[in-house]
């Protein structure tokens, strides 16, 4: 099994990302996915969830990236994919995606698996 997160780089404030993480030996139909960011000096945070298939794939956004990103499933590729819009500085950080079996709450102490993280930069 593997998590692997894709997609990052460097954008202007206003532009946009589209992340990407591959889940490897993971089945989207009974797992749930995260995405989550960590700023440097600072603690992960949610920026969005999307339970397993079999739970209706219910969405859950975090209060910073709220209305400016959405999350969705490529159930080909076996992919889970984040669109962030309107990106600002602030939103500068480490983007990681998490895998659990549960999923209770969209924070990051409810997720068992991790990938290696991709690199977002907003600036001008």
């Known amino acids: 099994v593997q998590l692997v997160e894709s997609g990052g780089g460097v954008v202007q404030p206003g532009g946009s990302l589209r992340l990407s993480c591959d889940l490897s030996?993971?089945?989207?139909?009974?797992?749930?996915v995260g995405w989550f960011r960590q700023a440097p000096g600072k603690g992960r945070e949610a920026v969005s969830c999307?339970?397993?298939?079999?739970?209706?794939?219910?969405?859950d956004y975090g209060p910073s990236m709220k209305g400016r990103v959405t999350i969705f499933k490529d159930h080909a590729k076996n992919t889970v994919d984040l669109q962030m819009n309107s990106l600002k500085p602030e939103d500068t950080g480490i983007y990681y995606c998490?895998?659990?079996?549960?999923?209770?709450?969209?924070?990051?102490?409810?997720?068992?698996?991790w990938g290696q993280g991709t690199q977002v930069t907003v600036s001008s």
């Open positions: 998490g895998v659990t079996s549960l999923l209770a709450l969209c924070v990051p102490t409810a997720f068992d698996y």
């Open positions: 030996g993971y089945d989207l139909n009974t797992d749930a």
């Open positions: 999307i339970s397993a298939s079999r739970d209706r794939d219910r969405t």
